[in-house]
């Protein structure tokens, strides 16, 4: 069975920097694209970027270039991203979804979403 | 970037009638559009994704059609378990865009 496990929920200062989990089984983490998703509450949807589980390659969505950088670590089959210089804005509800196939493509697996809060 | 513009916004509807959810596309995406459903406080569930296809495990009450840049996404004999946010998704090209989601409300 596919699962991916999120991190717990994160409290942090403006200005801070937060680094995301996403912990991965039941399938070949290093076939498979892993992205990232941010939803604001009560809002659409945002695509941040895809990260491949076997070299590492990205590709940003040019909104979240310089604010979220996507890393992998195959030993573990786990996603990682980094937010940093947080403000108010990043305060959202974050997911990691599997790519079905390739690049581009949709969204077959989720992780169950972690809450960003930003305050100080 | 494809710009995703979905209607209603929102839809209350009694048990049993037919729902019916408008995506357009500001870009000709073939065929490549995606449908999900989001429960409160869960993650979204991929229902249909390219080609009209029809997820497994996904009752056969959902549909969608279109190609190019007009897609519908319908539900037939909808039950008070079909309450949700359902959002389409494009996956033509980068960066990926959702439309902003439809409430489906159960009266």
């Known amino acids: 069975e596919v699962q991916l496990q999120q991190s717990g929920a994160e409290l942090v200062k403006p200005g801070a920097s937060v680094k995301l989990s996403c912990k991965t089984s039941g399938y070949t983490f290093s076939n498979y694209y892993m992205s990232w998703l941010k939803q604001m509450p009560g809002q659409n949807i945002e695509w941040i970027g895809n990260i491949y589980g076997g070299n590492g390659g990205t590709g940003y969505n040019q909104k979240f270039k310089g604010k979220a950088t996507l890393t992998v670590d195959k030993s573990s089959s786990t996603a990682y991203m980094d937010l940093s210089s947080l403000t108010s804005e990043d305060s959202a509800v974050y997911f990691c979804a599997r790519l079905d196939y390739g690049y581009n493509g949709y969204f077959d697996y989720w992780g169950q979403g972690v809450m960003v809060t930003v305050s100080s | ?107």
């Open chain 2, 1 to 107: 970037e494809t710009t995703v513009t979905q209607s209603p916004a929102s839809l209350s509807m009694a048990v049993g009638e037919k729902v019916s959810i408008s995506c357009k596309t500001s870009t000709d995406i073939d065929d490549d559009m995606n449908w999900y459903q989001q429960k409160s406080g869960e993650a979204p569930k991929l229902l249909i994704s390219e080609g009209n296809t029809l997820r497994p495990g996904v009752p056969s009450r959902f549909s969608s059609s279109g190609y190019g840049t007009d897609f519908v996404f319908t539900i037939n004999n909808v039950l008070l378990g079909d309450e949700g946010i359902y959002y389409c998704q494009q996956s033509d090209n980068v960066p990926l865009t959702f439309g902003a989601g439809t409430k489906l409300e159960l009266k």
